[in-house]
């Protein structure tokens, strides 16, 4: 198993509890076709990384939504005139896929997501997150959180855009997990919310629950559509907070995959 994590100078890798670095290797590499194990080589014993960025390069992020069946009923129950189209696209052979986030609105572990300003009600969404190379292949897994305007896309499904994409609406980390082999059915994806040192909201759910499968996902994001370097793939989320919460500045939002780690953020 291998993790691997960058900072500003660096890559890390951790594999087997040993800790190497390279300055030279970019991550750019292992979404154009790159195997990490062929390069290990060029990379030098470090001490463990200190403070992790997101780990993305030049990829774009795109989401798949509607993929558990509780987030089909919170998605009906949000939207106050057009309830039917979250039903039907749960049932509906091509799924709903979206465009989430540029490297530059992407943070990392410990850094600072953000709710809008414009909108009462924003949700953090703890997902599963494919990194897929530029050949449309999973070769890794990273943890994400798909930070949304619940009353936005409430108003309008046309809003989705405004509800989904802004600075800071999107958190991946604290590493990417390389590996060609699949999740098993089993991972558990955890989500808690901390507000003054008090739990507000808490939640888990697992692989087998999600509809869909992240081939399925890719199959269909990659139909007339190319990535020259790579993209990453959010996969839905199955936890949804009560309809009556809404997070608020200086929030901490925990997010932990078996096998991958806990990606943590507070918000601002």
């Not at 594999?15 to 750019?28: H, T």
């Not at 869909?212 to 269909?220: A, D, K, N, T, W």
Request: with cysteine.
């Amino acid at each position: 198993m291998i993790k691997l994590y960058r900072d500003r100078e660096a890559v890390f890798v951790e594999r087997d509890g040993q800790w190497l670095r390279s300055e030279s290797f970019s991550i750019d590499a292992l979404f154009t076709g790159t195997k990490i194990e062929t390069v290990l080589e060029d990379f030098s014993e470090a001490p463990p990384i200190s403070v992790p960025l997101a780990p993305i390069g030049s990829q774009e992020v795109w989401a798949a939504g509607v993929t558990y069946f509780r987030s089909r009923e919170a998605r009906m129950e949000e939207s106050e005139k057009e309830a039917d189209v979250y039903d039907r696209v749960y049932d509906a052979e091509r799924p709903e896929l979206f465009f989430k986030s540029t490297p530059h609105r992407v943070v990392g572990h410990g850094e600072n997501v953000v709710i809008r300003n414009d909108s009462d009600w924003n949700v953090p969404e703890a997902e599963l997150t494919l990194a897929i190379n530029r050949d449309g292949e999973i070769f890794g897994y990273t943890i994400g959180n798909d930070m949304s305007s619940r009353r936005i896309e409430g108003e309008n499904p046309l809003y989705l855009p405004q509800a989904k994409i802004w600075d800071g609406s999107c958190a991946l980390g604290p590493c990417l997990l390389v590996s060609d082999a699949a999740l098993p059915p089993t991972t558990e994806i955890s989500l808690r919310v901390s507000r003054a040192g008090d739990v507000v909201v808490e939640g888990r759910t697992s692989l087998s629950e999600l509809k869909r499968s992240p081939e399925e996902l890719v199959g269909y994001l990659f139909r007339q559509n190319s990535f020259p370097a790579g993209c990453y793939l959010l996969t839905g989320t199955g936890i949804v907070p009560a309809a009556d919460f809404t997070l608020q500045q200086g929030d901490t939002i925990a997010i932990t995959i078996d096998g991958i780690g806990t990606l943590e953020n507070s918000v601002a």
